[in-house]
């Protein structure tokens, strides 16, 4: 930390090489703020785009399933899935328990839209809705990427030229389950990137207030003052050395 930080560095010199404080003194009292900070710093963990599928029901032995989650992967969920963040939220645990909670999730039809009834209407049917806005909204206004164009976001076959076929095919795949599970996963994908990418733009816009000279100077000022806090005999002692 100190090679990280001239200032505590000089700091340090100052104080404890000089044997004005002891090291102890000089950590918890004079870099507290730093130790705090670095503390704090904890590396979050990145959104996985493969995380449901790390999902894997068990057999309970009494003809039911057992899911396992992880922090990690409730996590992953939140930030790819802020509607059931917001379900989970309004719910848990006024109105059910956690457990229930998951375990309605993983029964909805939310969970397994590619394969239930769409007129399926459970707790997290909302969540189906407001995923569906969020996709539109996406595919309107694109991304950022010349090679990716989500604006031509459309089920067709591609069409390879061969034989006395039309030159473009429009034929649209008529096997719904196919439709529902492609969208989902172009949806997922999509879901996953905007939560990498909010983090990204989160960490951008706090960065220059730790680095900036503001902050620097703000720091000295308050190690300044600090040092001028000490009783006069440890000032002498820095003076005579």
Not at 19 to 25: F, H, K, L, R, T
Not at 33 to 59: C, H, W
Not at 139 to 158: A, C, K, N, R
Request: neutral net charge.
């Amino acid at each position: 930390m100190l090679q990280e930080n001239p200032i505590l560095l000089q700091l340090y010199r100052d104080l404890v090489i000089t044997q004005v404080i002891s090291s102890e003194e000089f950590w918890s009292q004079h870099a507290a703020e730093y130790t705090q900070a670095k503390k704090s710093q904890r590396q979050e963990i990145g959104v996985n785009s493969a995380f449901l599928a790390d999902i894997k029901p068990q057999t309970d032995g009494c003809n039911g399933l057992k899911y396992n989650l992880t922090v990690d992967i409730i996590e992953c969920i939140f930030k790819t899935y802020p509607a059931v963040k917001r379900k989970h939220q309004e719910n848990v645990p006024h109105k059910m328990t956690e457990s229930d909670f998951w375990t309605k999730f993983f029964q909805s039809h939310y969970f397994h839209r590619d394969r239930i009834n769409a007129g399926t209407k459970d707790l997290f049917t909302e969540c189906a809705k407001i995923d569906d806005q969020e996709l539109k909204k996406d595919i309107q206004s694109g991304i950022d990427d010349p090679l990716v164009d989500i604006s031509s976001f459309e089920d067709q076959t591609l069409d390879e030229n061969y034989g006395n076929g039309p030159s473009k095919s429009d034929k649209i795949s008529g096997n719904i389950v196919h439709q529902s599970m492609i969208k989902r996963f172009n949806q997922h994908s999509i879901m996953v990137l905007k939560a990498s990418t909010a983090k990204q733009q989160s960490t951008q816009s706090i960065q220059p207030q730790l680095n900036g000279s503001t902050s620097s100077a703000n720091k000295t000022t308050a190690f300044s003052n600090q040092l001028d806090e000490q009783p006069k005999t440890k000032k002498l002692r820095i003076q005579e050395n």
